[in-house]
């Protein structure tokens, strides 16, 4: 029962509550959306996005932002792209991608944490010269005819059957939520929250703040460029523009999911979560029969109502809790204790 | 304290207008085309939304906010004057000033936001720019023309008024540009308003108290962000000639920039329009330059975000000289 409770109280199952609403009404309108192989389609198309969301979840709950991911995955699949497209080994190419995220998260970090950068000027520069570099890096041009058997990788799926969980969305969700356990049990894995809710006062209990905060640029950069990996393999080509507005979206699903951009509050799960709801929407409004060009007009109501509605739960909550305090100091008063 | 803010300031306004001169002097000498007075004159056409907008972002940094939403009002008021014209036959100057009074909604919807349900700036105009340029989206639906064809043949008057050059030389851009710099300095820097908008980026609560009604000045700020933005629109309409909803889409980056290199802190309460519309010539010149040196348009990004990240690590560097003595410490800790 406590375990209910606590499981009910959790910001996460907000949003868990959320995307079941919204797959039922969409069900309701459409019955064919509620199919098992249209939930897993959206699950499984959700997978870059989980990734992206769940790196960013890291940099947004210590209190910062990370605008620079869009243009990390790109640079990182363009790289591995074009390794895998010229015969390198697959190994390669991963340990390419990875080296440019934490080359990025680590220069993010610095100039965050050392250099005192605003994070979201020192990011933003950093997602324009990065981007910059994938033009650079390619000429401009696209990389194609990647190898079959990579593409495929992104098909392999559980039961081995086309339909069915793809391994790379289990992978996602394993790292969601093993990350979420680790998080939430382990001590460093509170460090992240500790510093995003208070950072002078995490600082004065003797957390590295610095280091915290630079793990988690290194972390949310390293995330999207396995992101990257996925998004080669599930397109199949990559174009200089690839990731694009992906970082805007990684954070509407962030915020969809739960997670404070003041940081200190919110969780992987709840990043996941988001992120399934940002990659359904194009699909749910296909079912509901409107032209998939509202999308971005939906996210962005979706995305406001959401954050204004939280925003306003949480005064009334606040304003609540001090008027509580302040009757029960009241009444504490003839008793003559307090 | 004000007099040494300003003294600080305006130093600052001599570097930019140094590296305004160096990069000319560069440029110059890359190629001599670029030094002939109508080439940089009408260079501003190129870059006069960066400019009209970030002199307007400028308030929005200074109370405290964050505005990444400009861009995509650009192709919503873009969309809004072509629809208006072609598809349902308003006079196109009252299309452009219907434009305007959008842009201005949009900003008093996230401004709203912003300043009485206390969201954070940042996440109000992420949804803002989803919202705006889906709208943008959605319109061309209404409209009979392909959207990636973009609306045209606006009649000549609407499309030259853009493309005039006082006295033969000087483009009717830079004139709207320099009123603009006129106008916000004197609401910025001249007006009790523009206090108000210092003072609440300063301490909000203080503003409260003194009698501001600080929420007002906030979301106000943002009205004029839209405003400036849905004018970058039409202006970038009447030169380009068509109507188009993905105008603006990669505004984002340069009006920041612009802004934070001006020499404005997007904690609030510092900054001005005068480095503003310096630094937005120098990114504008800088990319115009560049590609008159015949590097790829795609390329731009990178000095455009380098030139972002150096300024603001010198300014904290100069600002505060505890981060060299902090950064001493740390190589020495790693060598201990």
Known sequence: ????????????????????????????????????????????????????????????????????????????????????????????????????????????????????IPSIIMTLGINGVV???????????????????????????????????????????????GIYLLQTRSRRGRYFAAVGDNEGGANLIGIPVVRTKMTAFLLCSLF??????????????????????????????????????????????????????????????????????????????????????????????????????????????????? | MP???????????????VLLAAEIAVFGHLNPRFLRIPVLLGSINDFMSICVIS??????????????????????????????????????????????????????????????????AMVVTLGGSFLYSGLALAATQLSDTESYKGISGFPRAFTAFSKYRLFGMIPSQTLIFLALIAVSYVILHKTRYGRCVFLCGVNQSAAEYSGINSRLVIMSAYIFSGASAALAGVVLTSYLGTAKADFGKELTLPIITAVVLGGTSNLGGRGGVIGTALAALVIGVMRFGLSMSGISTQYLDIPVGALLVLAVACRTFMDNPDISRRVRRLFARRKA
């Not at chain 1, 960013?56 to 699949?77: H, M, P, Y």
């Not at chain 1, 910059?132 to 990647?146: A, F, H, I, P, S």
């Open chain 1, 1 to 116: 029962m406590k375990i209910l409770k606590t499981v009910a109280q959790a910001r996460e199952f907000t949003s868990f509550l959320f995307v079941v609403a919204l797959f039922l009404i969409v069900g309701a309108i459409n019955p064919d959306f509620l199919s098992l192989q249209n939930i897993l389609l959206s699950l499984n198309g959700s997978v870059v996005f989980t990734m992206l969301a769940v790196g960013i979840a890291f940099v947004i709950i210590t209190g910062e932002i990370d605008v620079s991911i869009g243009a990390t995955l790109g640079l990182a699949a363009t790289v591995s792209a074009v390794l895998i497209r010229d015969g390198s080994s697959w190994i390669a190419a991963v340990l390419a991608a990875l080296a440019v995220g934490a080359a990025i998260g680590l220069a993010n970090g610095i100039g965050v944490m050392i250099l005192r």
């Open chain 1, 131 to 177: 981007r910059g570099l994938c033009y650079v890096y390619t000429g401009g041009k696209w990389v194609e005819n990647l190898p079959f058997d990579y593409k495929a990788l992104s098909q392999a799926t559980l039961t081995g059957e086309p339909g069915s969980v793809t391994w790379f969305y289990l992978f996602a969700a394993a790292i969601a939520i």
């Open chain 1, 224 to 338: 999207a460029a396995a992101a990257g990996l996925m998004y080669v393999s599930r397109i199949g080509f990559v174009t200089p523009t690839a990731g694009n507005g992906y970082e805007m979206k990684a954070i509407a699903a962030c915020v969809l999911g739960g997670v404070s951009l003041s940081g200190g509050i919110g969780s992987m799960i709840g990043a996941a979560l988001g992120a399934v709801i940002m990659a359904s929407i194009g699909r749910i409004l296909v079912f509901m029969h409107f032209s998939s060009n509202y999308d971005n007009t939906i996210t962005g109501i979706l995305l406001i109502t959401i954050v204004v509605g939280d925003a306003l739960l949480q005064k009334r909550a606040s304003e609540r809790a001090r008027r509580k305090r302040l009757s029960a100091r009241i009444a504490a008063k003839p008793g003559g204790g307090a």
């Open chain 2, 3 to 17: 007099e040494f803010l300003k003294k600080r300031l305006l130093r600052w306004e001599a570097f930019l207008l």
């Open chain 2, 55 to 120: 002199l307007f972002v400028t308030l929005v940094l200074v109370t405290g906010g964050m505005d990444i939403q400009a861009g995509s009002i650009v192709g919503l008021a873009s969309i809004v004057v072509g629809l208006l014209w072609k598809d349902f036959g308003v006079n196109v100057w009252a299309a452009s000033l219907l434009a305007l009074a959008i842009g201005a909604a949009c900003g008093a919807l996230s401004g709203f936001f912003v300043a009485y349900t206390g969201v954070q």
